[in-house]
């Protein structure tokens, strides 16, 4: 797809506008998936038509998350998706090893105190972990692998942006619409594209001055 540059360019970013209708889409050298990385931060951009939807399939992605411990210290972890064995969980930093946690019933908490003394981390019959011993009201972190699938909205421009959800990092490898990708080795752009809403109601999509077309 050629890019046409003709307006000016936003100064000290090198983007300048590409007249595109909105139902085009922005590739980068030809390639319908590829990323940037800025201020440490590396986002992968997805072509597509205006309006649309691509879904893109992340596997196993780690997230670290803050709970608050319950009145008794405790806290409740239930098996997160695709991740039944709770694989490289961390809880406040601290390796949990599953397979290794003993399997008991998860008892009332009254005034402060468990009903049945629980002196060790477990895990109940519905697979869930529990963590004992933390100090009531405390905040927590929480870091477990799961499953996560991701809905890209394709914008005005045609084109999706794809970003580590908060806590986390974008996977080495994921999927979109079926076809797997390696971060690794998506071309790299140097900068994205950015699309903006003009006073008229048209949006108009700005590359960076280094693109060249494919």
């Avoid at 064995?85 to 397979?99: E, N, Q, R």
């Avoid at 890209?152 to 999706?160: H, K, S, T």
């Avoid at 079926?178 to 994205?192: I, K, R």
């Amino acid at each position: 797809m050629k890019v046409l540059k003709n307006i000016a360019c936003f100064l000290g970013v090198g983007v300048c506008a590409s007249s595109l209708s909105p139902a085009e889409a922005i590739q980068y050298k030809g390639a319908s998936v590829y990323k940037a990385t800025e201020n440490n931060v590396t986002t992968v951009y997805l072509d597509g038509t205006a309006g649309s939807r691509v879904a893109v399939d992340l596997g196993q992605v780690s997230r670290t998350i803050s709970r608050v411990a319950g009145a008794c210290g405790q806290i409740t972890i239930s098996k997160p998706k695709g991740n039944n064995s709770f694989t490289d969980l961390k809880v406040d930093g601290t390796a949990i090893d599953y397979s290794a946690l003993p399997t008991q019933t998860l008892p009332a908490c009254k005034n402060g105190t468990l009903a049945e003394a629980r002196s060790a981390n477990f895990k109940t019959a519905h697979g869930q972990v529990v963590i004992v011993g933390k100090s009531p009201g405390a905040s927590v972190s929480i870091t477990v692998p799961a499953e996560a699938t991701r809905n890209i909205a394709i914008n005005n421009c045609g084109f999706g942006v794809l970003k580590a959800s908060t806590g986390s990092t974008l996977p080495t490898s994921f999927k979109v619409n079926g076809t797997s990708y390696t971060l690794s080795s998506v071309v790299d752009a140097g900068h994205g594209p950015v699309c903006r809403r003009g006073a008229s109601g048209t949006y108009s999509a700005y590359t960076p001055t280094n693109w060249s077309s494919p």
